[in-house]
């Protein structure tokens, strides 16, 4: 089976950076992504890594180390607008079920 | 800038009904999920729908779940005997093809049995 691993609460202030892991015990997987969801919203994509690495996109960045069965969500000067639940999710091979991981609520302080 | 659409919002059932939850997945995409969340809690896969057919389901999706694709546009789940823990957020979601590509969400169906 596929789980993963996030803390559940975050804190932060304004113009902060704050990193959001994500442990995962997977069979196999195409890539782990990132999603944002505003309280009564919908998920929304962030980010992608398909490869170990780093991947950048704009104040967002997102890590994936398979080897350690690790990523992170790197957020960078916080804004109030970035108060939101992010959960890591991965795609499992043999079945093309999206897998959510469990979640961490970021609140961002003035 | 093509989107999800799910209908109704907000849903209100008695215990035991059977609700029919709609959405219209992005036209050229070729995956459809249903997804779940309590209040509070995680994101819940339910099932996955390609090629017409049930590709994969959880064991949240027993008997009293079914999901259809009725016509060319709309992708539905229905819920029989609604039971009081079936109150939660349910999402549908789609994706051009399965693999990498990210899944679109609409903006989910409340439903609160009562």
């Known amino acids: 089976g596929q789980s993963l691993e996030q803390p559940s609460e975050v804190t932060a202030v304004e113009g902060a950076i704050v990193q959001i892991n994500c442990t995962y015990q997977?069979?196999?997987?195409?890539?782990l992504s990132w999603y944002q969801q505003h309280d009564g919203g919908a998920p929304t994509f962030l980010s992608y890594?398909?490869?170990?690495g780093l991947e950048e996109t704009g104040r967002f960045s997102s890590f994936l180390s398979r080897s350690d069965s690790y990523g992170y969500l790197l957020l960078q000067e916080l804004q109030m607008k970035d108060s939101a639940s992010y959960f890591c999710?991965?795609?499992?091979?043999?079945?093309?079920?999206?897998?959510f991981g469990t979640g961490t609520r970021l609140q961002v302080f003035p | 800038e093509p989107e999800v659409t799910q209908t109704p919002s907000h849903q209100v059932t008695q215990m035991g009904q059977e609700v029919i939850l709609r959405c219209v997945p992005i036209?050229?995409?070729?995956?459809f999920y249903w997804y779940r969340q309590i209040l509070g809690q995680k994101v819940e896969f339910l099932v996955s729908?390609?090629?017409?057919?049930?590709?994969?389901k959880s064991e949240i999706f027993d008997d009293q779940f079914s999901v259809e694709r009725p016509d060319g546009s709309n992708f539905t789940l229905k819920i029989r005997s609604t039971k009081l823990e079936d109150s939660a957020m349910y999402f549908c979601?789609?994706?051009?093809?399965?693999?990498?590509?990210?899944?679109?969400f609409g903006q989910g169906t409340r439903l609160t049995v009562v």
């Open positions: 979601a789609s994706s051009f093809e399965g693999g990498r590509t990210e899944a679109f």
């Open positions: 036209s050229n995409h070729l995956y």
């Open positions: 729908f390609y090629n017409n057919e049930i590709s994969e």
């Open positions: 999710a991965v795609r499992d091979r043999g079945t093309d079920k999206l897998i």
């Open positions: 997977t069979s196999g997987f195409y890539g």
């Open positions: 890594n398909a490869l170990d």
